[in-house]
């Protein structure tokens, strides 16, 4: 499945990524999204996974997301993610 959405915010574009690539922040501004723990050392990068917890109508899903592209320099043009793992 693809999700595409498109939001106009008035905030720089590396505000806008750093803000969109940790997703720790994620609660912020997603209603779904219960938590994000970083389970990863080191900065936001490929390969740096996440617990996921998001809230559904009727039921909460705890899943692992990994980064699967980013790319910061030498502006903010990429970033990719998966799930897996999902379970009740």
């Known amino acids: 499945m693809r999700l ?3 939001t106009r915010v008035d ?6 990524f750093a ?3 940790d997703l720790t922040r994620s609660p912020e501004y997603s209603a779904a999204s219960v938590e994000r723990r970083k389970l990863t ?8 996974r996440y617990h996921a ?10 899943f692992t997301v990994e980064v699967t592209a980013f790319s910061w320099t030498p502006l903010p043009t990429s970033f990719g993610m998966r799930r897996f793992a999902a379970t009740r």
């Open 11 to 16: 905030r720089s574009v590396n505000e806008v």
């Open 19 to 21: 803000l969109w690539a």
């Open 4 to 6: 595409t959405a498109t």
């Open 41 to 48: 050392d080191g900065p936001v990068g490929v390969g740096t």
């Open 53 to 62: 917890v998001d809230r559904w109508p009727g039921r909460t899903v705890q």
